[in-house]
């Protein structure tokens, strides 16, 4: 594995208009806060993949690719889940020309891979983390796990209360 690379220099690859490289490099994603859960990104130091090409006018251009997996608790039944999310983030850095031309994770030539990470993750998540895909979720009533409850399980339906008087209703 690469080493821990958290920011990156990109001058130091001395790229020309049109020039382009692949690293690899290795980065320390921070742990989530999703709904008020924590979820650990495995492992703790993910394999990244950054191209890097210089654009005209001291620009470039950046494609930051890698695979994570989250361990936290299921959304629906909070059992422990662990998917796996491909992250594919591109970013471009072009000075003096506008807003829309420019990225909050580059500084004077210097990435922030590690910001870059998290926020390309966050980004790349579901609205809900699930252990698995067909999770059915707590039982509404009893909060069993309905994964492990099987088919059979059920209540009793408890009578509305709007339609109540109708049962005292007695038909001689």
């Known amino acids: ?3 821990r690379t958290d920011t990156f220099e990109l001058s ?6 049109g020039e382009g490289r692949r690293l690899d490099v290795a980065v320390g994603i921070e742990p989530l ?17 950054l191209d890097v090409a210089r654009t005209t006018h001291a620009g470039y251009s950046l494609r930051f690719r890698f695979t994570a997996n989250l361990t936290g608790p299921c959304m629906r039944c909070l059992g422990p889940a662990a998917p796996s999310f491909d992250v594919d983030a591109r ?3 072009q000075p003096g020309e506008g807003e829309e031309l420019t990225s909050p994770y580059l500084q004077n030539e210097l990435v922030d891979l590690q910001s870059w990470a998290r926020d390309a993750l966050a980004l790349a998540l579901p609205t809900v983390l699930v252990c698995r895909e067909d999770c ?37």
């Open 1 to 3: 594995m690469p080493p």
């Open 12 to 17: 130091g690859l001395h790229l020309t208009a």
């Open 33 to 49: 806060s999703l709904g008020g859960e924590r979820y650990s990104v495995e492992p703790s130091l993910v394999p990244a993949v």
């Open 91 to 93: 970013e471009i850095w």
């Open 136 to 172: 059915p979720g707590l039982c509404p009533v009893c909060g069993a796990n309905l994964g492990e409850a099987g088919p059979d399980h059920a209540h009793e339906r408890p009578m509305d209360s709007r339609w109540a008087k109708l049962s005292e209703l007695r038909f001689d």
